[in-house]
């Protein structure tokens, strides 16, 4: 407790209780003073000034860097609005429900990295580091359960903006599935992606309807 | 969620944002930029690669944008997302390898009292390097916490753990922390005492010399 009591982050019920053990043991009264002197030296660390120059540029560097190519929010079509997630399972008639998990690390596709409309991948997520917290693994696939993602204007889906859609929507510590599919179709010729809910129990990385084995791309 | 004006602030730009507007964007990436920067170096703990996780941020903020939940406060989403690439990061290099002391000496506009001023750098220096043998999860909620202040709910709420998960890392974390230090002191004074010695000898043996 004390190390909670220390940042003031005990339960508030057990306070008055720690604060009268404090005033009477010798042990836990040095032990939570040296705590607070940890404390304090974590602070000199959060006073630290910036480093001078460090963010000289910084914003107009970040707008070098997104690709003036790609589409921006306002032109991704179709956009159904800022909340783009969609809560409700759709069933597929010729694939598998799969969903697709990130962790950091985790990379989705081979070296080649995309893939053309009417195929599927296999994937399987990198699961080092990962650690199980409690949060049910169906409560984020029933929240990417039919997610769009946006797709390059060739109809086709590059393997780092499935990451990167994952890595902005995963939540850290949230347990992988052992496997997902990805399936890219065309509805009404605008090309999209949907995701779907269940993990795949199928291993390997397949492409086109061939299984291959999985290369990671660093 | 409390709605402070700030959160209604970005919510502002966000919306002019995902109607086309760049200089929006650029507006957004400049009120947080500092709050991305520290972000990552509290995790990170070198400032040329925060730099770099926090530039990365908002482009893929840029890219995620029009999934904005605006029922949540942009920083926070900000926070998940630099977070997660800053211990990307730290996964894909390992250990980070000493402490970029030299720039924050820069960053220091006061002289006034020089000395006070490098052994607060030096201190800095010191909870750095111990701050950075902790593992990642540990150091993620304490850096969260104890330097950028935020509380567990925040904490929960950009890690995606619960909040329950959130008090108990920092319970370990603030421990740890305190044995970590310990150790660190220990070693450090008995390296001095070392040095101590070995001077006392040369310059006893020199003295020896000269007298013969």
Redesign the interface.
């Known amino acids: 407790?004390l190390?909670?009591h220390?940042?003031g982050?005990l339960d508030p019920r057990h306070g008055p209780e720690v604060d009268a053990h404090l005033n009477n043991c010798l042990v836990c009264f040095a032990e939570f003073r040296?705590?607070g002197a940890?404390?304090s030296?974590?602070?000199?660390?959060?006073e630290?000034?910036?480093?001078?120059?460090?963010?000289d540029g910084?914003?107009e560097?970040?707008?070098a860097?997104?690709d003036v190519g790609?589409p921006?929010?306002?032109?991704?079509a179709p956009?159904p609005?800022?909340?783009?997630?969609i809560f409700s399972f759709q069933k597929l008639s010729a694939a598998a429900a799969v969903m697709l998990v990130c962790l950091?690390?985790w990379r989705a596709f081979n070296d080649q990295g995309l893939m053309s409309d009417g195929t599927s991948a296999f994937l399987r997520p990198d699961l080092s580091?990962s650690?199980s917290?409690?949060?049910p693994m169906q409560r984020q696939q029933a929240a990417l359960d039919g997610?769009q993602l946006?797709t390059a204007p060739s109809g086709q889906l590059s393997a780092q903006?499935v990451n990167?859609?994952l890595?902005?929507?995963?939540?850290?510590?949230?347990p992988a599935p052992s496997e997902v599919q990805i399936i890219l179709r065309s509805r009404g010729g605008v090309p999209t992606v949907t995701l779907h809910g269940q993990a795949s129990k199928a291993s390997g990385l397949e492409r086109d309807g061939q299984r291959q084995p999985r290369q990671r791309n660093r | 969620m409390p709605i402070t004006q700030q959160t209604r602030d970005d919510h502002e730009i966000?919306?002019a944002?995902?109607?086309?507007s760049?200089e929006a964007?650029?507006v957004l990436?400049?009120r947080h930029?500092?709050r991305a920067?520290w972000a990552a170096y509290r995790v990170v703990g070198d400032?040329d690669a925060s730099?770099d996780v926090?530039?990365?941020a908002?482009?893929?903020?840029?890219?995620?944008?029009?999934?904005?939940?605006?029922s949540m406060a942009f920083t926070t989403?900000l926070y998940?997302?630099t977070?997660?690439?800053a211990?990307?990061h730290l996964?894909?290099n390992k250990r980070h390898k000493g402490v970029?002391i030299d720039?924050?000496r820069?960053?220091?506009?006061d002289e006034s009292a020089p000395e006070q001023k490098e052994g607060?750098r030096e201190?800095?220096a010191q909870?750095?390097l111990v701050?950075d043998n902790l593992d990642?999860?540990y150091r993620t909620v304490?850096a969260l916490?104890?330097?950028?202040?935020l509380s567990?709910k925040q904490i929960s709420d950009i890690?995606?753990?619960?909040h329950a998960?959130v008090?108990w890392r920092?319970?370990?974390?603030?421990?740890q922390?305190?044995e970590a230090?310990t150790r660190y002191e220990t070693r450090r004074k008995t390296d001095l005492d070392i040095a101590r010695a070995e001077r006392a000898n040369a310059s006893s043996s020199d003295t020896a010399t000269l007298d013969s």
């Open positions: 407790m190390p909670l220390v940042g982050d040296e705590l940890m404390r030296r974590l602070a000199v660390l959060a630290q000034p910036l480093p001078l120059g460090i963010l910084f914003a560097e970040v707008m860097r997104i790609e921006g929010p306002a032109a991704e956009s609005g800022p909340r783009q997630r950091a690390g580091g650690v917290d409690g949060v997610t946006p903006a990167e859609f890595e902005t929507t995963w939540p850290l510590g949230v | 966000i919306r944002c995902l109607d086309g760049t964007f650029t990436v400049q930029e500092k920067f400032a730099r926090a530039q990365e908002f482009v893929r903020v840029w890219r995620a944008l029009e999934r904005f939940d605006f989403w998940r997302i977070v997660n690439l211990i990307d996964r894909r970029d720039l924050f820069e960053g220091l506009a607060s201190l800095a909870v750095r701050l990642e999860k304490l916490r104890d330097l950028e202040g567990s890690t995606g753990i619960t998960t008090r920092l319970h370990v974390a603030r421990k922390f305190r230090w």
